[in-house]
Protein backbone atom coordinates (compact mmCIF):
# COMPACT_ATOMS: atom_id res chain seq x y z
CA UNK A 1 0.00 0.00 0.00
CA UNK A 2 1.07 3.51 -0.88
CA UNK A 3 -0.36 6.78 0.71
CA UNK A 4 -1.19 8.87 -1.81
CA UNK A 5 -2.73 12.59 -2.19
CA UNK A 6 -5.88 13.47 -4.30
CA UNK A 7 -8.32 15.61 -5.09
CA UNK A 8 -11.96 14.95 -4.94
CA UNK A 9 -14.71 17.84 -6.07
CA UNK A 10 -16.09 18.74 -2.47
CA UNK A 11 -19.06 21.12 -3.98
CA UNK A 12 -20.67 22.39 -7.05
CA UNK A 13 -20.12 26.23 -7.45
CA UNK A 14 -23.92 26.07 -9.07
CA UNK A 15 -24.76 26.58 -12.91
CA UNK A 16 -24.50 30.49 -12.36
CA UNK A 17 -21.80 30.51 -9.54
CA UNK A 18 -18.22 31.48 -9.96
CA UNK A 19 -15.90 28.34 -9.01
CA UNK A 20 -14.14 28.33 -5.75
CA UNK A 21 -10.81 26.50 -4.07
CA UNK A 22 -13.24 25.82 -1.40
CA UNK A 23 -15.04 23.25 -4.50
CA UNK A 24 -12.01 20.95 -3.91
CA UNK A 25 -10.74 19.04 -1.07
CA UNK A 26 -7.51 17.27 -0.62
CA UNK A 27 -7.18 13.97 0.62
CA UNK A 28 -5.12 11.14 2.13
CA UNK A 29 -5.77 7.72 0.72
CA UNK A 30 -4.83 4.41 0.38
CA UNK A 31 -3.48 2.97 -3.22
CA UNK A 32 -2.63 -0.62 -3.50
CA UNK A 33 0.13 -0.83 -5.95
CA UNK A 34 0.01 -4.69 -6.76
CA UNK A 35 -0.39 -4.79 -10.25
CA UNK A 36 -2.53 -6.66 -12.57
CA UNK A 37 -1.47 -7.88 -15.85
CA UNK A 38 -1.48 -4.75 -18.46
CA UNK A 39 -1.58 -2.01 -15.69
CA UNK A 40 1.56 0.39 -14.65
CA UNK A 41 1.80 2.24 -11.24
CA UNK A 42 2.49 5.55 -12.15
CA UNK A 43 3.75 8.99 -10.45
CA UNK A 44 2.01 12.11 -11.18
CA UNK A 45 4.82 15.02 -12.72
CA UNK A 46 2.50 17.75 -14.12
CA UNK A 47 -1.13 17.93 -14.10
CA UNK A 48 -3.46 20.97 -16.60
CA UNK A 49 -5.95 22.99 -15.36
CA UNK A 50 -8.15 24.32 -18.23
CA UNK A 51 -11.74 26.04 -18.90
CA UNK A 52 -13.52 23.14 -20.09
CA UNK A 53 -13.18 21.52 -16.32
CA UNK A 54 -15.57 24.59 -15.29
CA UNK A 55 -18.63 22.57 -17.11
CA UNK A 56 -17.23 19.34 -15.29
CA UNK A 57 -18.35 20.97 -12.43
CA UNK A 58 -22.14 21.41 -13.06
CA UNK A 59 -24.67 18.08 -12.81
CA UNK A 60 -24.63 18.05 -16.52
CA UNK A 61 -21.74 19.30 -18.33
CA UNK A 62 -24.26 20.20 -21.24
CA UNK A 63 -21.97 18.62 -23.74
CA UNK A 64 -22.53 14.91 -24.81
CA UNK A 65 -18.75 14.60 -24.70
CA UNK A 66 -17.96 15.61 -21.21
CA UNK A 67 -18.96 13.64 -18.17
CA UNK A 68 -19.62 16.25 -14.71
CA UNK A 69 -17.11 15.07 -12.19
CA UNK A 70 -18.59 13.31 -9.91
CA UNK A 71 -19.19 14.77 -5.77
CA UNK A 72 -16.35 13.03 -3.33
CA UNK A 73 -14.71 11.53 -6.24
CA UNK A 74 -11.39 12.01 -7.31
CA UNK A 75 -11.01 14.40 -9.94
CA UNK A 76 -9.66 13.95 -13.62
CA UNK A 77 -8.26 16.03 -16.59
CA UNK A 78 -4.82 16.46 -18.35
CA UNK A 79 -1.59 14.62 -16.95
CA UNK A 80 1.48 13.25 -17.72
CA UNK A 81 3.67 11.18 -15.11
CA UNK A 82 6.09 8.88 -14.94
CA UNK A 83 6.03 4.70 -15.20
CA UNK A 84 7.23 3.56 -11.76
CA UNK A 85 6.00 -0.06 -12.11
CA UNK A 86 5.07 -1.76 -14.83
CA UNK A 87 2.85 -5.32 -15.59
CA UNK A 88 2.13 -4.04 -19.30
CA UNK A 89 4.42 -5.04 -22.11
CA UNK A 90 4.24 -1.79 -24.10
CA UNK A 91 5.90 0.74 -20.99
CA UNK A 92 8.43 0.00 -18.61
CA UNK A 93 10.03 1.69 -15.48
CA UNK A 94 10.59 5.18 -16.55
CA UNK A 95 8.75 5.50 -19.29
CA UNK A 96 6.59 9.04 -19.88
CA UNK A 97 2.82 9.00 -20.38
CA UNK A 98 0.03 11.29 -20.93
CA UNK A 99 -3.75 10.87 -20.66
CA UNK A 100 -6.82 13.20 -20.95
CA UNK A 101 -8.61 11.11 -17.98
CA UNK A 102 -4.93 11.23 -15.45
CA UNK A 103 -6.72 11.67 -11.50
CA UNK A 104 -5.74 14.30 -9.86
CA UNK A 105 -3.49 12.29 -7.41
CA UNK A 106 0.22 11.88 -6.68
CA UNK A 107 0.67 8.50 -7.87
CA UNK A 108 -2.08 6.02 -9.53
CA UNK A 109 -2.61 2.53 -10.67
CA UNK A 110 -4.01 2.27 -13.99
CA UNK A 111 -4.43 0.10 -17.15
CA UNK A 112 -1.40 0.95 -19.61
CA UNK A 113 -3.93 1.32 -22.25
CA UNK A 114 -5.71 4.36 -21.03
CA UNK A 115 -2.37 6.85 -21.00
CA UNK A 116 -0.41 7.40 -24.52
CA UNK A 117 4.07 6.67 -24.39
CA UNK A 118 5.43 9.92 -24.79
CA UNK A 119 8.84 10.49 -26.22
CA UNK A 120 9.82 13.38 -24.01
CA UNK A 121 12.92 14.23 -27.17
CA UNK A 122 9.01 15.91 -28.72
CA UNK A 123 9.15 18.50 -25.79
CA UNK A 124 13.19 19.21 -25.11
CA UNK A 125 12.53 17.26 -21.74
CA UNK A 126 10.00 20.03 -20.89
CA UNK A 127 7.33 17.32 -19.98
CA UNK A 128 4.60 20.16 -18.83
CA UNK A 129 4.55 21.32 -22.44
CA UNK A 130 2.75 17.56 -23.46
CA UNK A 131 -0.19 19.70 -21.77
CA UNK A 132 0.18 22.61 -23.62
CA UNK A 133 2.29 23.62 -26.65
CA UNK A 134 3.29 20.40 -27.69
CA UNK A 135 -0.33 18.52 -26.30
CA UNK A 136 -4.20 19.92 -26.60
CA UNK A 137 -3.80 23.59 -26.45
CA UNK A 138 -0.79 23.46 -29.05
CA UNK A 139 -3.57 21.54 -31.27
CA UNK A 140 -6.28 23.75 -30.74
CA UNK A 141 -4.65 26.83 -31.76
CA UNK A 142 -2.95 25.07 -34.61
CA UNK A 143 -5.72 23.53 -35.96
CA UNK A 144 -8.03 26.10 -35.22
CA UNK A 145 -6.12 28.43 -37.61
CA UNK A 146 -5.60 25.92 -40.18
CA UNK A 147 -8.98 24.45 -40.59
CA UNK A 148 -11.46 27.33 -39.65
CA UNK A 149 -9.13 30.85 -40.44
CA UNK A 150 -8.25 30.73 -43.82
CA UNK A 151 -5.34 32.30 -43.47
CA UNK A 152 -3.40 33.12 -46.92
CA UNK A 153 0.41 34.01 -46.89
CA UNK A 154 0.76 37.54 -48.22
CA UNK A 155 -2.77 38.55 -48.46
CA UNK A 156 -2.26 41.13 -46.10
CA UNK A 157 -4.63 39.47 -43.71
CA UNK A 158 -5.26 40.91 -39.83
CA UNK A 159 -6.32 38.39 -37.07
CA UNK A 160 -7.12 39.14 -33.96
CA UNK A 161 -7.33 36.87 -31.04
CA UNK A 162 -9.24 36.97 -27.56
CA UNK A 163 -8.02 35.61 -24.57
CA UNK A 164 -4.41 36.43 -26.34
CA UNK A 165 -2.26 36.03 -23.40
CA UNK A 166 -3.74 32.05 -22.45
CA UNK A 167 -2.16 28.92 -23.52
CA UNK A 168 -4.78 28.85 -26.88
CA UNK A 169 -4.66 32.51 -27.64
CA UNK A 170 -0.79 33.08 -27.24
CA UNK A 171 0.37 30.38 -30.05
CA UNK A 172 -2.74 30.93 -32.07
CA UNK A 173 -1.10 34.40 -32.36
CA UNK A 174 2.04 33.24 -33.40
CA UNK A 175 0.97 30.66 -35.35
CA UNK A 176 -0.84 33.25 -37.19
CA UNK A 177 1.76 35.11 -37.74
CA UNK A 178 4.15 32.27 -39.21
CA UNK A 179 1.57 30.92 -41.42
CA UNK A 180 1.55 34.70 -42.49
CA UNK A 181 -0.86 37.00 -41.40
CA UNK A 182 0.39 40.65 -41.89
CA UNK A 183 -0.89 41.98 -38.24
CA UNK A 184 -1.45 40.15 -35.68
CA UNK A 185 -3.59 41.41 -32.74
CA UNK A 186 -4.23 40.27 -29.21
CA UNK A 187 -7.00 41.02 -26.60
CA UNK A 188 -6.33 40.10 -22.77
CA UNK A 189 -6.92 41.17 -19.49
CA UNK A 190 -3.62 43.51 -18.14
CA UNK A 191 -1.17 46.14 -19.52
CA UNK A 192 1.91 43.64 -18.23
CA UNK A 193 0.28 40.66 -20.48
CA UNK A 194 -0.10 42.82 -23.74
CA UNK A 195 3.88 44.23 -23.21
CA UNK A 196 4.40 40.07 -23.12
CA UNK A 197 2.71 39.55 -26.02
CA UNK A 198 4.09 41.96 -28.73
CA UNK A 199 8.10 41.64 -26.90
CA UNK A 200 8.12 38.19 -26.37
CA UNK A 201 5.63 36.44 -28.94
CA UNK A 202 5.62 38.89 -31.69
CA UNK A 203 2.52 40.19 -31.96
CA UNK A 204 2.12 43.31 -33.70
CA UNK A 205 0.03 44.99 -30.90
CA UNK A 206 -2.38 43.93 -28.06
CA UNK A 207 -5.14 45.60 -26.38
CA UNK A 208 -5.75 45.42 -22.95
CA UNK A 209 -9.92 44.99 -22.37
CA UNK A 210 -10.28 46.19 -19.18
CA UNK A 211 -8.80 49.61 -19.75
CA UNK A 212 -10.17 52.17 -22.00
CA UNK A 213 -11.83 52.27 -25.34
CA UNK A 214 -11.74 48.55 -26.86
CA UNK A 215 -13.08 49.79 -29.58
CA UNK A 216 -10.94 52.67 -30.47
CA UNK A 217 -7.86 51.07 -29.71
CA UNK A 218 -8.79 47.86 -32.13
CA UNK A 219 -9.59 50.27 -34.75
CA UNK A 220 -6.24 52.14 -34.22
CA UNK A 221 -4.42 49.03 -33.94
CA UNK A 222 -5.91 47.56 -37.22
CA UNK A 223 -6.05 49.85 -39.59
CA UNK A 224 -7.90 47.97 -42.41
CA UNK A 225 -10.40 46.26 -40.41
CA UNK A 226 -10.29 42.33 -39.19
CA UNK A 227 -10.24 39.27 -41.59
CA UNK A 228 -10.14 36.58 -38.73
CA UNK A 229 -11.20 36.23 -35.38
CA UNK A 230 -9.76 33.53 -33.13
CA UNK A 231 -12.54 34.15 -30.45
CA UNK A 232 -11.34 32.61 -27.12
CA UNK A 233 -13.96 34.56 -24.71
CA UNK A 234 -17.28 35.82 -26.63
CA UNK A 235 -19.01 37.98 -24.84
CA UNK A 236 -19.12 42.05 -25.58
CA UNK A 237 -15.25 41.50 -26.78
CA UNK A 238 -16.86 39.41 -29.35
CA UNK A 239 -19.29 41.37 -30.37
CA UNK A 240 -16.64 44.67 -30.48
CA UNK A 241 -14.22 42.67 -32.72
CA UNK A 242 -17.07 41.04 -35.13
CA UNK A 243 -18.62 44.71 -35.51
CA UNK A 244 -14.87 45.87 -36.79
CA UNK A 245 -14.25 42.37 -39.33
CA UNK A 246 -14.29 42.78 -43.02
CA UNK A 247 -16.97 40.97 -45.51
CA UNK A 248 -15.34 37.61 -46.16
CA UNK A 249 -14.14 37.32 -42.79
CA UNK A 250 -13.96 33.94 -40.34
CA UNK A 251 -14.45 33.61 -36.84
CA UNK A 252 -12.84 30.69 -35.16
CA UNK A 253 -14.69 29.76 -32.37
CA UNK A 254 -12.58 28.02 -30.02
CA UNK A 255 -14.28 29.16 -26.89
CA UNK A 256 -16.47 31.31 -25.14
CA UNK A 257 -14.80 31.62 -21.25
CA UNK A 258 -16.50 34.82 -20.58
CA UNK A 259 -19.79 32.83 -20.23
CA UNK A 260 -18.59 29.82 -18.82
CA UNK A 261 -20.16 31.08 -15.15
CA UNK A 262 -23.55 31.46 -17.12
CA UNK A 263 -26.71 28.99 -17.48
CA UNK A 264 -26.35 29.54 -21.09
CA UNK A 265 -25.99 27.13 -23.81
CA UNK A 266 -22.47 26.58 -25.78
CA UNK A 267 -22.44 28.51 -28.17
CA UNK A 268 -24.43 30.68 -26.13
CA UNK A 269 -26.83 32.76 -28.21
CA UNK A 270 -25.47 36.04 -29.90
CA UNK A 271 -27.19 39.12 -30.21
CA UNK A 272 -29.57 40.34 -32.69
CA UNK A 273 -26.46 43.10 -34.07
CA UNK A 274 -24.30 40.93 -34.09
CA UNK A 275 -25.86 37.45 -35.87
CA UNK A 276 -26.79 40.66 -38.32
CA UNK A 277 -23.28 41.91 -39.26
CA UNK A 278 -22.50 38.32 -39.70
CA UNK A 279 -25.16 37.85 -42.01
CA UNK A 280 -24.53 40.79 -43.85
CA UNK A 281 -20.46 40.71 -44.12
CA UNK A 282 -20.70 36.93 -45.07
CA UNK A 283 -18.41 36.26 -42.46
CA UNK A 284 -18.47 32.32 -41.55
CA UNK A 285 -18.45 31.49 -37.86
CA UNK A 286 -17.99 27.63 -37.42
CA UNK A 287 -17.98 26.03 -33.86
CA UNK A 288 -14.16 24.53 -34.05
CA UNK A 289 -13.82 21.16 -31.44
CA UNK A 290 -10.08 19.74 -31.36
CA UNK A 291 -11.17 16.93 -30.83
CA UNK A 292 -13.00 16.20 -34.26
CA UNK A 293 -9.43 16.37 -35.99
CA UNK A 294 -7.90 12.95 -33.57
CA UNK A 295 -6.60 12.00 -37.52
CA UNK A 296 -4.56 15.18 -37.73
CA UNK A 297 -3.17 15.27 -34.00
CA UNK A 298 0.14 12.95 -34.45
CA UNK A 299 1.31 15.52 -38.05
CA UNK A 300 -0.04 18.72 -35.93
CA UNK A 301 2.11 17.19 -32.47
CA UNK A 302 4.88 17.15 -34.50
CA UNK A 303 4.89 20.61 -36.03
CA UNK A 304 4.47 22.34 -33.23
CA UNK A 305 7.32 20.44 -31.33
CA UNK A 306 9.74 21.38 -34.39
CA UNK A 307 8.43 24.96 -33.98
CA UNK A 308 8.89 24.74 -30.26
CA UNK A 309 12.30 23.54 -30.74
CA UNK A 310 13.57 25.97 -33.55
CA UNK A 311 12.54 29.05 -31.52
CA UNK A 312 9.67 29.39 -33.79
CA UNK A 313 7.30 29.41 -31.07
CA UNK A 314 7.65 30.91 -27.71
CA UNK A 315 6.02 28.71 -25.15
CA UNK A 316 4.88 30.60 -21.94
CA UNK A 317 3.78 29.09 -19.20
CA UNK A 318 2.28 29.61 -15.28
CA UNK A 319 3.35 26.95 -13.01
CA UNK A 320 1.77 26.25 -9.70
CA UNK A 321 2.84 24.14 -7.28
CA UNK A 322 1.99 20.67 -5.11
CA UNK A 323 -1.55 18.97 -5.72
CA UNK A 324 -3.22 20.72 -2.94
CA UNK A 325 -3.13 24.07 -4.97
CA UNK A 326 -5.15 22.43 -7.95
CA UNK A 327 -8.61 24.41 -7.01
CA UNK A 328 -6.17 27.33 -6.96
CA UNK A 329 -4.87 27.14 -9.65
CA UNK A 330 -8.12 26.59 -11.41
CA UNK A 331 -9.28 29.11 -9.91
CA UNK A 332 -6.97 31.56 -10.85
CA UNK A 333 -6.61 30.12 -14.10
CA UNK A 334 -10.35 30.53 -14.68
CA UNK A 335 -9.61 34.30 -13.66
CA UNK A 336 -6.92 35.87 -15.92
CA UNK A 337 -4.03 34.80 -13.14
CA UNK A 338 -2.27 32.82 -15.89
CA UNK A 339 0.02 34.23 -18.42
CA UNK A 340 0.17 30.82 -21.49
CA UNK A 341 -0.83 27.85 -20.09
CA UNK A 342 -1.31 27.21 -16.18
CA UNK A 343 0.27 23.96 -14.84
CA UNK A 344 0.64 22.57 -11.61
CA UNK A 345 4.02 20.42 -10.88
CA UNK A 346 2.81 17.58 -9.14
CA UNK A 347 6.51 15.35 -8.45
CA UNK A 348 10.19 16.30 -9.61
P1 LIG B 1 -6.30 30.25 -21.00
O1 LIG B 1 -4.92 29.82 -20.73
O2 LIG B 1 -6.55 31.24 -22.09
O3 LIG B 1 -6.92 30.76 -19.63
C1 LIG B 1 -8.14 31.41 -19.58
C2 LIG B 1 -7.98 32.93 -19.81
O4 LIG B 1 -9.25 33.48 -20.11
C3 LIG B 1 -7.52 33.69 -18.58
O5 LIG B 1 -6.12 33.71 -18.48
C4 LIG B 1 -8.12 35.09 -18.78
O6 LIG B 1 -7.14 35.96 -19.32
C5 LIG B 1 -9.24 34.85 -19.80
N1 LIG B 1 -10.56 35.23 -19.27
C6 LIG B 1 -11.16 34.76 -18.16
N2 LIG B 1 -12.38 35.33 -17.99
C7 LIG B 1 -12.52 36.21 -19.03
C8 LIG B 1 -13.55 37.13 -19.42
N3 LIG B 1 -14.69 37.23 -18.72
N4 LIG B 1 -13.35 37.87 -20.53
C9 LIG B 1 -12.23 37.75 -21.25
N5 LIG B 1 -11.21 36.91 -20.94
C10 LIG B 1 -11.36 36.14 -19.84
O7 LIG B 1 -7.20 28.96 -21.32
P2 LIG B 1 -7.06 28.01 -22.58
O8 LIG B 1 -6.08 28.55 -23.54
O9 LIG B 1 -6.90 26.64 -22.09
O10 LIG B 1 -8.51 28.13 -23.25
C11 LIG B 1 -8.87 29.29 -23.99
C12 LIG B 1 -10.23 29.06 -24.64
O11 LIG B 1 -10.13 27.99 -25.56
C13 LIG B 1 -11.33 28.69 -23.67
O12 LIG B 1 -12.51 29.33 -24.05
C14 LIG B 1 -11.46 27.19 -23.85
O13 LIG B 1 -12.73 26.72 -23.52
C15 LIG B 1 -11.15 27.07 -25.33
N6 LIG B 1 -10.69 25.76 -25.76
C16 LIG B 1 -11.35 25.20 -26.82
C17 LIG B 1 -10.95 24.01 -27.34
C18 LIG B 1 -11.66 23.50 -28.53
O14 LIG B 1 -11.44 22.37 -28.96
N7 LIG B 1 -12.54 24.27 -29.10
C19 LIG B 1 -9.84 23.25 -26.74
C20 LIG B 1 -9.16 23.96 -25.68
C21 LIG B 1 -9.60 25.17 -25.20
P3 LIG B 1 -7.28 37.60 -19.26
O15 LIG B 1 -6.27 38.07 -18.29
O16 LIG B 1 -6.98 38.00 -20.66
O17 LIG B 1 -8.68 37.90 -18.83
Known amino acids: ?145 REKGHVTCGAGQTMVISGASGACGSLAGQIGRLDGCERVVGICGSDEKCRILVSQLGFTAAVNYKKGDISKALRDNCPNGVDIYFDNVGGPISDTVISQMNSGGHVILCGQISQYNKDVPYPPPLSEETQEALRRKNITRDRFMVLNYMDKHKEGLELLSHWVKTGQIKVLETVANGIENMGVAFCSMMTGGNVGKQIVKISD
Open 1 to 145: MLTVQRVVLSSRPGKNGHPSPDNFRVEETSLCTELKQGEVLVRTVYLSVDPYMRCRMNDDTGADYLLPWRLEECIDGGGVGVVEASKNTQLATGDIVTSFNWHWQTHDVIHGNCVQKVDPRMVDGHLSYVLGAVGMPGLTALLGV
